[in-house]
């Protein structure tokens, strides 16, 4: 079997395939996640990129490639999350701009859209960094530009089948570009999406799947970074927990999937020597932990009502939503933050800020959330705060599809950076002034924070158990221990020097407020010659965010 074209309907067909195919994979994508903290999110980041398009393009009926290329660019460029997601969304930008005007594919239509793909990436990317996602997608660039080049090859199964193994092999070898993924034994997440969407794509140009439906509707198109509507929580209960084997674990992984799998969905079973982790949704979490009993003793279990979580959401946002319904009076200047919390979103409306995007460390918001908050601001410039390195590329996306308002992107990291950037506004100054001053300040201050470990791991020169409380400074785990507060005060002690004078510790939603001043007062009895301010943050997962200055 041969084909040397193909029609708009097969690339339609492809591209649905491989987003379910990614779908299907997200939690295992989740999992490759190299840093032990709680809050690795590849997959679904790319999941629900790419879920808003396959949205629009399951809507489509016939259509024509240019039809098929704008709704796959306009969803996923919209939808896109993270990093990953907008990388994802300018390869698939990247590849559809060049079927512009094309009925059909044939070898050289699609080599030189695989090409201009990876440069579309790369150039969306202030720092390139390989041995990630650029790097597979580069892999198959050079292969389709090899395959032109040569002219001896027209079968398209062919040419696909290459170009992919290409990048297959380059997955592969992305452990040996960075370091930090050899340590934790893993190829990169963001990689490992996009193959796991071309693998999908394939089945369907092979013929080996008829599965092309997706379901309108559900947490492809979400506002605000929320979750799944309640109607489509199928299973109610978050299920998690860990077993202390007491037999082989091959064979308790292989049996443990296959019963969950008929009680729950979402199920994630990863073995390591003698200990098993166990992630499901059922609705019957003690079948869930029945079955697990019988292979060993259990630790670290929660469970968690995810229907009561959405109604909570729901009443927040309704009350959120009738506060925002008057519209803002126009204004020269407006401001928008990425907050997570309570307490730190009270601080940036008192800093000033407009609006509030809700998201985070655990649920990216997206192009389009960044979009709709700009929409709300009635301001000529909007300064955008995404207070998350992976934050920032969305937000930066959200920019260049704005053309009525000037956007302005703060490049702040973290929480700590996007408020004292804030407070370093100046009324008066140019826009290109404030700019400046803002990104100067707010690189000044030492910034920190505080979570717990989900694996066992060695990374950073120190060893590491599930359950350990970490002190990381930009990705760096600088301190390791058994309650938040000892992480905590390494932390800050690793941040300190001469020239300190103020800490701010904000606590965050598993903390109380006297464990937080226990730690202020822990510190200051060493070093009485700062400042240190407590403030409630109110922030899940990470139980301090801490700036030094």
Do not use: W
């Not at 690795?40 to 629009?56: L, P, Y």
């Not at 990291?413 to 100046?426: D, L, R």
């Not at 300190?500 to 009485?528: Q, R």
């Amino acid at each position: 079997m041969s084909i040397n074209k193909i029609d708009a309907g097969m690339v339609q067909k492809m591209f649905l395939a491989g987003a379910k195919a990614l779908e299907a994979k997200k939690e295992y994508i989740n999992e490759l996640n190299v840093f032990p903290v709680p809050d690795g999110d590849t997959g679904t980041n790319m999941t629900m990129t790419i879920m808003s398009a396959a949205k629009e393009v399951s809507l489509l009926k016939n259509p024509t490639m240019d039809e098929l290329g704008k709704a796959i660019s306009s969803g996923s460029l919209r939808g896109a999350r993270g990093n990953s997601g907008v990388i994802l969304s300018q390869i698939f930008r990247g590849f559809v701009k060049s079927l512009k005007g094309n009925d059909e594919l044939d070898a050289t239509v699609l080599g030189n859209a695989v090409m201009h793909a990876a440069e579309t990436a790369y150039k969306a990317v202030m720092k390139p960094k390989e041995g990630t996602i650029l790097t597979v997608a580069s892999a198959g660039a050079r292969k389709a530009e090899e395959i032109l080049r040569e002219g001896e090859i027209t079968d398209l199964l062919q040419v696909c089948d290459e170009i992919v193994q290409s990048m297959e092999d380059m997955l592969l070898k992305t452990p040996d570009m960075l370091p930090v993924l050899k340590q934790a034994g893993v190829v990169d997440s963001g990689g490992e999406g996009l193959m796991t969407f071309l693998r999908g794509a394939m089945d369907a140009l092979h013929g080996r799947t008829a599965d092309f439906m997706i379901k309108v509707g559900g947490n492809a198109t979400v506002v605000k970074a929320s979750t799944a509507g309640e109607a489509d929580i199928k299973f109610c209960y978050c299920t998690e927990y860990i077993i202390m084997l007491e037999r082989n674990a091959n064979v308790v992984e292989a049996q443990l999937k296959e019963y969950l799998q008929k009680i729950g969905d979402c199920v994630v079973v990863v073995a390591d020597d003698d200990i098993v982790k166990v992630h499901v949704h059922t609705n019957d979490p003690g079948l869930a932990i029945q079955k697990a009993l019988s292979y060993g003793s259990l630790t670290s279990m929660k469970i968690d009502n995810m229907r009561e979580e959405h109604n909570e959401k729901v009443i927040h946002d309704m009350q959120r939503a009738e506060e925002e319904e008057t519209e803002m009076p126009h204004k020269e200047i407006g401001f928008i933050a990425v907050s997570s919390g309570e307490g730190l979103s009270e601080v940036f409306t008192d800093l000033g800020v407009d609006y509030l995007i809700e998201g985070g460390q655990t649920m990216n918001p997206s192009t389009e959330d960044m979009l709709e908050a700009i929409a709300r601001v009635n301001a000529d410039t909007i300064f955008i705060f995404p207070n998350n390195g992976n934050i920032i590329l969305a937000a930066e996306q959200a920019k260049s599809l704005t053309k009525d308002k000037e956007i302005i992107v703060i490049p702040s990291k973290n929480i700590p950076q996007g408020i004292t950037a804030m407070i370093n506004y100046v009324s008066g100054k140019s826009n290109e002034e404030n700019k400046k001053l803002m990104e100067e300040e707010m690189l000044c201050i030492k910034s920190g924070q505080v979570t717990y470990a989900v694996r066992d791991t060695n990374m950073d020169g120190k060893e590491i158990k599930q359950g350990n409380f970490m002190g990381l400074t930009d990705k760096t785990i600088v301190s390791v221990a058994e309650t938040v507060n000892e992480a905590a005060k390494e932390l800050i002690e690793s941040m300190l020097d001469e020239d300190s004078e103020l800490i701010s510790i904000y606590f965050g939603a598993e903390v109380t407020e006297s464990e937080a001043d226990a730690l202020a007062d822990e510190i200051l009895k060493e070093h009485d010659e700062l400042d240190i301010e407590v403030q409630y943050g109110g922030q899940p997962i990470y139980s301090y965010f801490i700036s030094v200055e």
